[in-house]
């Protein structure tokens, strides 16, 4: 079957723009994460979705970021009036109530 | 949920083991250890995990030592494939909001022709 989806691969946008990046969980996947990472570093969390709820949003660094997930399955992370440094590869990965993580291949954002 | 230490780099030759070393000396009794890695420009991939049995599956095999302290993810012959950044992660696998992997920086391993 097919893994964790994102759209799109790469995103250049302008500072102060807004940008969605999607996130395709795997079917029947009740958990599904967002992750930052930045160039040499680990994932960092974002937050985490229990099916519709968000059930731990502890590292969204400011409310430029939102994430949505309204009917369980697909993902949209917003990132509002965007900066330099939210330059990133954004990973959604999504879980059957944990056990095992499935990431996705990352949403590359740009900022210029 | 308990911290790794991992070296930040090793190295091995083609068609040898790599042995990737971790220490997790605060882990709690119901804590797994995860193996994670991340090649080049790619999400992460599982490897493996397990409680305090050691584990081997058709990737790798992971050592854990009796105290569970440490544990050692061992590539039993490394390709040049297997040259990727590798994550030890210590987590209790309950549902809620202690079910996310934390990841540090890893262990770089580069496979050597």
């Known amino acids: 079957g097919a893994g964790v989806s994102q759209t799109p691969s790469n995103k250049v946008t302008e500072k102060g723009k807004y940008v969605e990046l999607r996130c395709d969980p795997i079917?029947?996947?009740?958990?599904l994460y967002w992750y930052r990472q930045s160039l040499g570093q680990g994932p960092e969390f974002l937050i985490y979705?229990?099916?519709?709820?968000?059930?731990?949003d502890s590292g969204l660094p400011n409310d430029r970021f939102f994430a949505v997930r309204p009917e369980g399955s697909v993902s949209t992370l917003k990132i509002q009036r965007t900066e330099r440094g939210d330059s990133a590869v954004y990973l959604c990965?999504?879980?059957?109530?944990?056990?095992?993580?499935?990431f996705g291949p990352g949403t590359r954002l740009t900022v210029l | 949920d308990a911290k790794t230490t991992q070296p930040p780099s090793m190295d091995c030759a083609e068609g040898r083991a790599a042995n990737l070393p971790c220490n997790h000396s605060?882990?709690?009794?119901?804590?797994?250890v995860y193996w994670y890695r991340q090649i080049h420009s790619q999400g992460p991939q599982y490897i493996i995990h397990?409680?305090?049995n050691n584990e081997t599956n058709e990737m790798a095999s992971l050592i854990i030592t009796e105290d569970r302290k440490s544990s050692t993810l061992i590539l039993p012959h490394a390709t040049l494939r297997d040259t990727a950044v590798y994550y030890c992660?210590?987590?209790?696998?309950?549902?809620?909001?202690?079910?996310?992997?934390?990841f540090g920086k890893g262990i770089t391993l580069s496979v050597r022709p």
């Open positions: 990965a999504s879980s059957l109530t944990g056990g095992r993580w499935f």
């Open positions: 079917s029947g996947h009740t958990a």
């Open positions: 979705f229990q099916g519709t709820g968000a059930a731990d």
């Open positions: 605060t882990i709690s009794g119901n804590e797994y």
């Open positions: 397990g409680l305090k």
């Open positions: 992660i210590v987590i209790t696998t309950r549902g809620g909001a202690n079910s996310k992997l934390t």
